[in-house]
Nanobody
Framework: QVQLVESGGGLVQAGGSLRLSCAAS????????MGWYRQAPGKQRDLVAR???????NYADSVKGRFTISRDNAKNTVSLQMNSLKPEDTAVYYC???????????????WGQGTQVTVSS
């Protein structure tokens, strides 16, 4: 079993910053890509940022230059530094990880429970 636990959400004024963290635990042989998605009320869940095990990143156009994703492979954690936050960034943020549970298995995608980020204007 694999668990992902997020932390760091909350309420912030427009222009402020928040840092989200996510820790993966359980039966883990290796983790390929890790990422952050978000889902606003009535909308689909969309990619925010993603990082591979080698450190390559990609971002949604709406967050480029404001958000930075990073990971600690030794600790199986991924973080999202969010600066210059806007009201339209308000959403539930979910982390995910593509986990290989042993060297013979395929990767499986696991999700955290989500953390609320609210940006007031």
């Amino acid at each position: 079993q694999v668990q992902l636990v997020e932390s760091g959400g909350g309420l912030v004024q427009a222009g402020g910053s928040l840092r989200l963290s996510c820790a993966a635990s359980g039966t883990i042989f290796s983790i390929d890509a890790m990422g952050w998605y978000r889902q606003a009320p009535g909308k689909q869940r969309d990619l925010v940022a993603r990082i591979t095990s080698s450190g390559s990143t990609n971002y949604a156009d709406s967050v480029k230059g404001r958000f930075t994703i990073s990971r600690d492979n030794a600790k199986n954690t991924v973080s999202l530094q969010m600066n210059s936050l806007k009201p339209e960034d308000t959403a539930v943020y979910y982390c995910n990880s593509d986990v290989r549970r042993d060297k013979y298995s395929l990767t499986g995608r696991y999700w955290g429970q989500g953390t609320q980020v609210t940006v007031s204007s």
